[in-house]
């Protein structure tokens, strides 16, 4: 069982006070090497051998929970991100109201409890109990300690690398931006989900509406030798920015297709990336379509090929 890497589910570019790259490192290093670890560990189990070492079993048993929840609290963190975060939406509000007094006894507990946790490390979560009907707020050490039978629909990432890059050791800063960002639909979605007995929603901004391929589909695609032509096609104001792209990719100006189109071969599909997977290699996609190629972008684009650990080349200069 692989794990897939999930796109990143906000918008980087778009926080109030928390910065793109901050974001970027997180989803690619952090979030990126537990979904690595979580497929290593369990590659490890499978090749267990009858009669290993109880004390090896149980290592690998620890392990594989602390990051398979290390990966789930971190698509939670990243897809509760990016909206106003002082307006608090219907119903939550009043269900805050109920369970802890007023929106601002929630949020002064809420924040104390991520306070607590400055120069430490572990998340502080809110948390719908489906035992108890209600909600809670709670700080889960070792990405783990969530609480039987309750999901978490408001997560907050409060190891050291979620904020450093910005904020150094400031983690009362760090925590009163993300309020500031938080994405209350996303909750709202989350909890209606969780008080129906519905799976948590996965965030996925990627277009549905238009042909594409998953990083680990592409992956297979590549090590079977299948022919794909494979184009980066981020902005030249943001690849300009980088050193390197995809390994096998080339790098091809959106705002010129005219240019390069025709060097296309019409017989190979084409594998369309940009940054994120949420616009540019969307819409080249779309033209290359219209132009009768078989082109599909790559959801999550080049963060989450990193993120997967995918191979990486200089960018040739020049262009
Ligand atoms: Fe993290």
Not at 83 to 97: A, F, I, R, S
Not at 178 to 192: C, D, G, K, Q
Not at 215 to 234: T, W
Not at 286 to 309: C, M, N, P, Q
């Amino acid at each position: 069982m692989n794990q897939p890497i999930a796109p990143i589910a906000v918008r980087p570019w778009t926080l109030n006070g928390m910065s793109e790259r901050l974001i970027v490192s997180h989803y690619e290093n952090n979030y990126g090497g537990a979904v690595r670890t979580l497929n290593a560990v369990r590659r490890e189990l499978a090749a267990l051998e009858a009669g290993a070492p109880a004390s090896r079993v149980r290592a690998l048993k620890r392990e594989e929970l602390m990051t398979l929840n290390s990966v789930t609290l971190h698509e939670l963190y990243f897809g509760n991100l990016g909206g106003e975060g002082n307006k608090v939406p219907e119903p939550v509000g009043t269900l805050l109201e109920e369970h802890f007094g007023s929106v601002t006894a929630w949020r002064r507990d809420f924040v104390g409890a991520a306070q607590s946790l400055a120069g430490g490390s572990g998340w502080t979560l809110l948390t719908y109990s489906r035992r108890q009907k209600r909600l809670w707020n709670q700080i889960a050490f070792d990405h783990s300690q969530a609480a039987v039978d309750a999901a978490p629909v408001l997560a907050l990432d409060m190891y050291e690398h979620a904020y450093h890059l910005d904020f150094g050791a400031n983690a009362v800063a760090y925590i009163d931006a993300f309020m500031r960002n938080v994405n209350w639909a996303a909750v709202v979605e989350r909890l209606a989900a969780v008080r129906a007995d519905r799976p948590l929603p996965q965030e996925d901004l990627s277009d549905a509406t238009l042909p594409s391929l998953s990083i680990e589909e592409l992956s297979a695609q590549l090590a079977k030798g299948e022919p794909i032509q494979v184009l980066d096609a981020r902005p030249r104001h943001h690849i300009s920015r980088t050193v390197d792209l995809m390994e096998g990719a080339v790098w091809r100006d959106p705002d010129r297709v005219e240019e390069w189109i025709g060097e296309l071969s019409p017989e190979q599909p084409v594998a369309v990336y940009c940054a994120y997977g949420f616009h540019v290699g969307c819409s080249v996609t779309r033209t290359l379509r219209e132009r009768g190629y078989d082109a599909r972008f790559i959801r999550g684009g080049v963060s989450a090929w990193y993120a997967a650990g995918g191979a990486r080349a200089l960018r040739p200069t020049g262009n």
